[in-house]
């Protein structure tokens, strides 16, 4: 077999770094043998891969910069070989990536950078004018690095550059560099002016401002902005020159002053603007605040700046007291200050002056007048308490301030002189409770609450003995507490660790806690039923599996025995990896221990879970059973743990007839459905261990989550 294959394929110069060999068959030919060969670096061969069946090949791995030489012949069934091929060359040239610059570019001398290309000896950098003549500006050859930093400032307008990577030959004699494709990238020179004036503080009200221009610049523009007033106070372009005298008169206060320029090419290029300077005008100074309600007894004050001040003086009197002057400071170099002692509540008026280097000062402000009505800071109940009639106190407001009679200094009352209590009940947002004019800083409430949760509040009153109004503070932030006992469960997320400690927030008059534990999958199966825990936390003795959980946490009275109704579910996982995360993205059915009341479920979620038919109990195949574990130290807890399989859904499935479906679906949004007392979770199956603990089911959370009209045609049939 003496013919040889014909290579029909690649030819030329390629971007393609992984191009595709063809050739003709050979009749007689079964299969076929491929060498190439890098001519560049004088790499024979680079890839040899005989047994081909077919008439062409591709590289398995991308080709560097480089010229290739490929060469193929043919094998017959008597394994018969044809002489090589003619030898194929063909340059494989990628494109150099860029990294920058690409766009707007408020620098003159830019730095260039590209990526490192394989094979590539060194690099050639072209810069070119976008504009006029399209000059060449920069020709750089033969550099060895992936950037560039032009050193000599380019002007403004726009630009293109060219980076071009060549691979130098083994041999310069015999062979020419490889060279790579080019690709053309464009930035715009826009470096902004540099304003050198005004001053930050003039004493003319038609200052001068003056600026620098960067290279290539021709007309400019000015932007002035009175800060707090007109944001376009003054807007002047075209502007000759480098300095500009503003001839509308600037009054007292604060202004904002930008300059950019254009580029003296065709077509023109903008800058950007410069930096932004502030300068200040005018006298006295402008009191800025605080004014009317202020709810921070250590407020800011807050005045503009006066032309040619060196110092600044404040004055504040109380007008509740009254008591005159209770703040005075002067020698502050700043437009603010913080007050550091606190101020009781009432009313105010403050003023500032200003002095320069010689001593002399200004007059003083116009008065301005606040009223402190930082309210008290409560504390009570914690978020959960078995206690009907809890306690609440809060920060006495009361106080005393001192004021000159005659050659005598007296302390004078003021602040709070009574407090209010208002408790609402944070479902309804009904007020349950209130107390008013109360002269102490505790309260026991006189009235039971039931149970529910509840948002408690305070303010304080202050009367006034002098010209200002009596003065009342703003509400407290609400202390949100719960009567009954709920304890609210710390939620864990994600986590690798099969030995969780799960941790709940403390219970006012508990003395411990039962802790109910199971699968996502198989709630009426306690994996973990634990009682009489004395802390607030509890770490499983028994590892979990990789998997969905649920717990649930209910606190035990210490006066009474008796147990509250359990916590709102925690759902977390078990998971390989630290970084993955819960998704709760698909909604979730919460089926809860009995005894949940059904404002408990005001924050579950429900999805299309497979559910339990109405009056059935899963049957025992559908409920695994475990080998249930004892604690060896059953005096200080009661507690049932199991071996954890991987999270599953019990497969027992509801027949809804379309019509009910609908109504299901329909009355979603309704809330009437919760407050049916028939809608609370009861226990369809016990469960699988020796724990006293009560469970529930699918059918208990699907009864509280359907709307009360289906329930009453249910119970009808």
């Known amino acids: 077999m003496r013919a040889a294959p014909v290579i029909t394929a690649p030819t030329g110069t390629l971007s393609n770094q992984r191009p595709t060999v063809t050739w003709a068959p050979v009749p007689g030919a079964v299969r076929y043998e491929i060498q190439l060969d890098n001519v560049t670096d004088n790499i024979r061969p680079v890839a040899k891969v005989g047994n081909l069946l077919t008439t062409s090949w591709t590289p398995t791995s991308d080709l560097p910069l480089a010229e290739y030489e490929v060469w193929v012949r043919a094998y017959n069934s008597a394994n018969e070989v044809s002489v090589w091929s003619v030898g194929?060359?063909?340059?494989?040239?990628?494109?150099p990536v860029v990294i920058t610059p690409m766009g707007r570019l408020p620098d003159n001398t830019p730095t260039i950078s590209w990526e490192q290309m394989q094979a590539a000896d060194t690099y050639q950098l072209i810069i070119r004018e976008r504009f006029g003549a399209q000059n060449e500006v920069l020709n750089l050859t033969g550099l060895t690095t992936t950037t560039y930093t032009v050193t000599t400032p380019l002007p403004l307008g726009r630009y293109s550059y060219r980076v071009i990577a060549q691979n130098n030959p083994h041999n310069a004699m015999l062979f020419s560099p490889a060279i790579s494709s080019v690709a053309l990238n464009e930035f715009v020179v826009t470096?902004?002016?540099v304003i050198t004036a005004p001053l930050s503080t003039v004493f003319t009200s038609h200052p001068v401002v003056a600026w620098t221009l960067p290279p290539g610049a021709g007309n400019s523009e000015i932007w002035i902005q009175q800060i707090d007033g007109i944001y376009e106070f003054h807007h002047v372009s075209n502007i000759a020159g480098t300095s500009y005298t503003v001839p509308v008169e600037l009054g007292i206060g604060n202004y904002r002053v930008w300059v950019r320029t254009e580029s003296a090419t065709t077509p023109a290029e903008p800058s950007n603007w410069s930096l932004s300077k502030v300068f200040r005008v005018a006298t006295p100074p402008p009191v800025i605040g605080p004014v009317g309600r202020v709810a921070d007894a250590t407020p800011t004050l807050t005045?503009?700046?006066?032309?040619g001040a060196a110092t600044y003086e404040i004055w504040i009197d109380n007008n509740t007291a009254p008591a005159g002057q209770v703040v005075r400071v002067a020698g502050l170099t700043s437009l603010n200050y913080t007050l550091g002692s606190n101020l009781p509540i009432g009313s105010y008026t403050f003023w500032v002056r200003a002095t320069n280097v010689f001593g002399v000062s200004s007059n003083w402000s116009n008065a301005t007048s606040f009223e402190v009505v930082e309210p008290p800071a409560l504390s009570g109940p914690a978020s959960s308490t078995f206690s009907t009639q809890p306690t609440f106190s809060w920060t006495n407001l009361a106080a005393t301030l001192p004021r000159k009679v005659g050659n005598t200094t007296v302390q004078v009352p003021t602040g709070a002189s009574s407090y209010d209590l208002e408790i609402r009940d944070a479902i309804s947002g009904a007020i349950v409770y209130t107390a008013n004019g109360l002269t102490s800083i505790t309260h026991t409430i006189t009235t039971p609450l039931i149970v529910s949760t509840y948002d408690a509040r305070v303010r304080a009153h202050a009367v006034s003995n002098g010209s200002a109004a009596a003065t009342t503070t703003d509400w407290s932030a609400p202390l949100r507490f719960f009567v009954g006992g709920r304890p609210n469960v710390n939620s864990l997320g994600s986590t690798t660790n099969t030995l969780p400690t799960i941790s709940w927030g403390t219970v006012d008059g508990a003395s411990g806690y039962e802790l109910y534990l199971s699968t996502d999958a198989n709630p009426n199966v306690p994996l973990v039923n634990v009682n009489n825990i004395g802390s607030n936390s509890y770490t499983l003795t028994t590892a979990l599996a990789k998997g969905t959980y649920r717990v649930?946490?209910?606190?035990?009275?210490?006066?009474t025995g008796a147990t509250s109704i359990w916590?709102?579910?925690?759902?977390f996982q078990v998971v390989d990896n630290a970084s993955s995360?819960?998704?709760l993205t698909t909604p979730v059915l919460a089926v809860l221990p009995s005894n949940v009341e059904d404002f408990a479920f005001d924050s579950v979620s429900v999805s299309m879970l497979n559910a339990v038919e109405f009056g059935t109990v899963p049957s025992a195949n559908a409920v695994p059973a475990f080998a249930a574990?004892?604690?060896s130290d059953s005096t200080a807890t009661d507690t049932n743990e199991q071996t954890v399989p991987s999270a599953s859904v019990l497969n027992v499935k509801e027949q809804l007839g379309t019509v009910e479906s609908d109504q299901v679906l329909s009355d979603w949004d309704s809330e009437a459905w919760w407050d049916d007392a028939a809608g609370a979770p009861e226990v369809v199956a016990e469960p699988a261990t020796e724990s006293s603990s009560a469970s529930a089911g699918l059918l208990g959370a699907l009864l509280a989550l359907t709307p009360k009209a289906l329930r009453r045609r249910k119970r009808q049939q």
């Open 88 to 95: 194929q060359r063909f340059h494989i040239a990628p494109t």
């Open 191 to 193: 470096e902004p002016p």
């Open 303 to 307: 005045w503009q700046g006066v032309p």
């Open 552 to 559: 649930w946490v209910r606190a035990i009275n210490a006066s």
């Open 567 to 571: 916590s709102r579910v925690m759902i």
């Open 581 to 583: 995360s819960l998704e």
């Open 629 to 631: 574990e004892k604690t």
